[in-house]
């Protein structure tokens, strides 16, 4: 099993569209939790931390679920700007440098 | 502000070649990573430095990877007698903090590797 797993999609919602991605991660020790949103060809950018309480910001909301090890994003009233690909990145463990990306799910948001 | 630079952008070796990419991390930045982005797949962790100590390289391919940070700023990746499957995006980002401080990280642009 992946340390951390992604449905890679891609996903295609019409504008105005809610969607939402799932991630897995494996190691029940991390702690520190991240969205990264990368455009073709270019680099990753940070898009949100994900807080155990979960947080919104704007029409991102992301939330954790350590019971069952899952974080999720939740993009609300969809634009074409966010069609990118989505990477969940974990920590591999409490305390460490070291971050875990998944492959990315892509999403699509046709006009 | 500037952010994080890498040169080249493209590099096309040839099998057997030894390549050499630079990093300018933002000015200040305490950590340095290096990352490796094959096509359709997120990066993957190659190295770690805390100012010039490099913490961990453990997700170095193999021993032709090499990468330092002499000075504790710019650092360099180089790749010895490269190989076709050594072709990918090499990401490096920096982040303010050290170690045992989850943070940002701030991505280059990359630079695109192929060998032929």
């Known amino acids: 099993r992946k340390e951390v797993e992604q449905d890679p999609g891609p996903f295609n919602v019409p504008e105005g569209a809610t969607v939402a991605f799932n991630c897995t991660y494996s190691n029940s020790a991390s702690q520190s939790f991240f969205w990264y949103r990368q455009d073709c060809r270019k680099e990753p950018k940070l898009l949100m931390s994900v807080y155990s309480s979960g947080n919104e910001d704007g029409r991102f909301t992301a939330q954790l679920n350590r019971a069952s090890q899952y974080i999720s994003l939740l993009i609300r009233d969809s634009k074409l700007s966010d069609s990118a690909t989505y990477l969940c990145?974990?920590?591999?463990?409490?305390?460490?440098?070291?971050?875990?990306f998944g492959t990315g799910t892509r999403l699509k948001v046709l006009a | 502000g500037a952010g994080v630079s890498q040169s080249p952008r493209y590099k096309v070796a040839k099998r057997g070649q030894d390549v050499a990419l630079r990093c300018d991390p933002i000015s200040g930045h305490v950590s340095l990573f290096w990352y490796q982005q094959a096509l359709g797949q997120g990066p993957e962790f190659l190295t770690y430095f805390q100012n010039e100590a490099q913490l961990d390289k453990s997700g170095l391919p193999s021993d032709r990877f090499f990468a330092e940070r002499p000075e504790g700023s710019v650092s360099t990746l180089k790749i010895q007698r490269t190989q076709q499957e050594d072709s990918a995006v090499y990401l490096c980002?920096?982040?303010?903090?050290?170690?045992?401080?989850?943070?940002?990280?701030?991505f280059g642009p990359g630079t695109r590797l192929t060998v032929l």
């Open positions: 990145v974990v920590n591999e463990a409490s305390g460490t440098y070291k971050y875990i």
């Open positions: 980002a920096s982040s303010p903090q050290g170690v045992a401080v989850p943070d940002t990280q701030y």
